[in-house]
């Protein structure tokens, strides 16, 4: 039999164009993909579900009442996580365990190209190193160039017992098969969970969770199958993958291209996001064409309008003056 595949992902109202441009992207970078697609939400509109819908047949999945019963005791502890509460939802994944591979994304990510390696691959976890890793595979590079290592917050793992935890992930991005999808794991993981400290800890919540309880039990795949806009330069020199071979493109952090940005804020934060979120915004629009949304008739005939007139300036009247 053909093996059950399944891309899965966490969504809400605010992510939802996000979750769009991903599952278009995928779908059109992967046409052999004919697996199930499955949406984690504690509340999207029906609205929203249908433009979904008509990209791939979704599965919307409300979490397990468990983890929303752990995840109210760790707000009532941690108020700052309230804001970060449905990140916890990507532990759901391991939980599909009718699938012989799982391949969870964040909604903030879109697809530039084919990923069947995380789908065809035998090893049962596959994730890719997060920041703190690439900082400690940079430091040879940084002393050599006469600096100092990275000094890093304390990480996930490490805090309590002063171990370390070695290598370790983002959970962006996580390519998953039995014995990791099942109830065992499901139930570790939300005991992990509830016994986690979060005092202190600004961004990581499902991250912290997963790399305490993994321990370095998965194998590591390239940074182009989790290309963090803000880590471009560590994913660059630690492994040479320039962002023209990146197949799967994070908008990890504070920055989302759903977003409207004055462009002098953006570019006095990091101008390199420009071209990421202008591919990212053609995949939204490609994803709403049979919609006519986004204004598609009017975008051809101002693009119409800007050829004739690079027609006329360079003295060829007509359509023959056209560049093609």
């Keep these: 039999m053909p093996p059950r595949l399944c891309l899965a992902t966490v ?6 164009t996000g979750t769009e441009v991903l599952l278009h992207s995928f779908l059109r970078y992967n046409p052999w993909f004919s697996g199930d697609v499955v949406v984690f939400a504690d509340a999207l509109s029906q609205q929203t579900r249908a433009r979904l819908s008509r990209l791939h047949p979704v ?3 409300a979490p397990d009442p468990r983890l929303v019963e752990v995840s109210a005791d760790l707000q009532a502890r941690h108020p700052a ?4 509460h449905l990140r916890f ?3 759901e994944a391991f939980r599909l365990s009718h699938y012989d591979r799982v391949l969870f994304c964040d909604s903030d990510i879109y697809c530039a190209g084919d990923v069947s390696a995380l789908f065809s691959r035998d090893e049962p976890f596959l994730a890719s190193d997060d920041g703190y890793t690439y900082e400690d595979r940079l430091t040879p590079l940084l002393r050599a160039n006469g ?11 490490r805090q309590h017992d002063g171990s370390s935890p070695g290598r370790t992930f983002s959970s962006g991005v996580m390519a998953l098969s039995p014995p990791w999808l099942g109830e065992a794991t499901y139930t570790a993981l939300l005991e992990t969970m509830a016994a986690h400290d979060f005092t202190g800890e600004r961004v990581f919540t499902d991250q912290a969770v997963l790399n305490t309880h993994v321990r370095g039990r998965y194998t590591t795949v390239s940074g182009a199958y989790n290309y963090r806009v803000l880590l471009e330069d560590y994913i660059r020199y630690a492994e040479d993958v320039p962002y023209p071979d990146a197949r799967l493109i994070h908008f990890a952090g504070t920055i989302k291209p759903w977003n409207d940005y004055a462009p002098a804020d953006l570019a006095a934060y990091d101008a390199r996001y420009f071209k990421y979120i202008d591919v990212w ?3 939204l629009e490609d994803a709403r064409k049979a919609e006519g949304a986004n204004g598609v008739g009017e975008r051809i005939l101002a693009q119409l309008a800007l050829t004739d007139r690079d027609a006329g300036v360079s003295g060829v009247p007509g359509v023959m003056g056209r560049v093609w």
């Design 11 to 16: 969504s809400d109202e605010t992510f939802a």
């Design 81 to 84: 996580l309230s804001a970060k």
């Design 281 to 283: 915004r053609q995949m």
């Design 89 to 91: 939802l990507s532990l």
């Design 59 to 61: 599965r919307f999945e």
């Design 147 to 157: 600096y100092g290592a990275i000094a890093s917050e304390t990480r996930y793992g």
